[in-house]
């Protein structure tokens, strides 16, 4: 009997580090500003201070990336946490759990029974778990930012208008409807993204207006919070397109709060993660980091 308990032990032990967050290494990644030149992450967490909210956007399988945002949460926590009241805002987690996600940050209810009741993504317990738990243990809010997905595809499939026969209860876990449409820019870029062929461009406008709810959603979350508390700070995690150029949901945000005080930091991987190449890379976001593409994958 020892012996199996002494294997069970090693086992479960050998699952909870296949679930871990890969380490942080300066060595594996390199830090720009917008136009190229060399940075550091302390100066990330330096601008960070006298910012309110900050857009940390990724590629969902950047397991580098991951990590950086972490550490960056980590600093910020650290340093700010004190005299802001900051907050951990995600994409990956929708409106309508959020009674959810603050009965676990309260104790109220088990690890085990938040992932089943709140749909995390794939890689949770990789890549967004680290941050949930520290801001836990700090007693920090965490913001379920984005929209219910089925009405984001409701959208997608039969248009914006759609949403206006939703009950008052729904349209709660919305942004004010009407929400806004995109800018052009935001739509010329989204168009070339999904491809000049006459399938990708098939419902495009629809598509687009289930991106733009997807933006206005995580906008409005994190405008409710700057709105709400005195010295604010929210880092709020998306796909990096999201925010790519301070477009989509920054864009939003500064229509919701005109003098919202705001950075983008673009993350991304590449093969040749040491060299910015200025015609794919200038102006992503206020900071730009590069991670070595040659780094296994997460998996969602």
């Known amino acids: ?47 960070i201070g006298i910012n309110e909210a ?20 980590r600093r910020a926590v650290e340093r700010y946490s004190v005299d802001h009241k900051v907050a951990l805002s995600l994409e990956m987690f929708e409106r309508d759990v959020q009674v959810i996600v603050d009965e676990y940050l309260n104790g109220l209810i ?18 967004y778990r680290p941050l949930v738990e520290l801001a836990k ?3 920090l809010p965490v913001i379920a930012a984005n929209a219910p997905r089925r ?27 009407p929400y806004g449409e995109p800018s052009a820019t935001y739509a010329t870029k989204f168009k ?16 687009l207006a289930s991106q733009s709810l997807w933006d206005a959603s995580m906008s ?13 700070l929210v880092i709020h995690l998306n796909g990096g397109f999201h925010t790519e150029n301070r477009l989509g949901t920054f864009e939003h945000l500064m229509r919701y709060r005109p003098k919202t005080k705001g950075i983008v930091v673009t993350i991304r991987y590449e093969d040749d993660f040491k060299t910015f190449d200025k015609a794919k890379h200038a102006d992503l976001g206020d900071f730009v980091i590069l991670t070595d593409g040659k780094q296994p994958r997460s998996k969602r």
């Open 1 to 47: 009997m020892k012996n199996i308990l002494v294997l069970c032990v090693l086992i479960l032990g050998g699952l909870n580090a296949m679930q871990a967050q890969i380490p942080f290494t300066e060595d594996a990644i390199r830090v720009f500003d917008s136009k190229g030149n060399p940075a550091t992450l302390e100066q990330i967490v330096t601008a």
């Open 54 to 73: 900050v857009f940390l956007g990724e590629q969902h399988d950047d397991a580098v990336g991951h990590a950086v945002q972490m550490e960056i949460f």
């Open 110 to 127: 088990t690890e085990a029974q938040f992932l089943a009741s709140s749909r995390p993504w794939g890689n949770y317990k990789t890549d």
């Open 137 to 139: 243990a700090k007693r």
């Open 151 to 177: 009405y984001v595809n409701m959208v997608s499939r039969n248009g914006r208008d759609s949403l206006n026969g939703l009950t008052k209860e729904a349209k709660a876990w919305l942004p004010p409807l």
């Open 192 to 207: 070339a993204l999904m491809g000049p062929s006459p399938e990708a461009q098939m419902g495009i406008d629809k598509i």
């Open 220 to 232: 409005n979350s994190v405008y409710r919070f700057l709105k709400k508390n005195k010295n604010p």
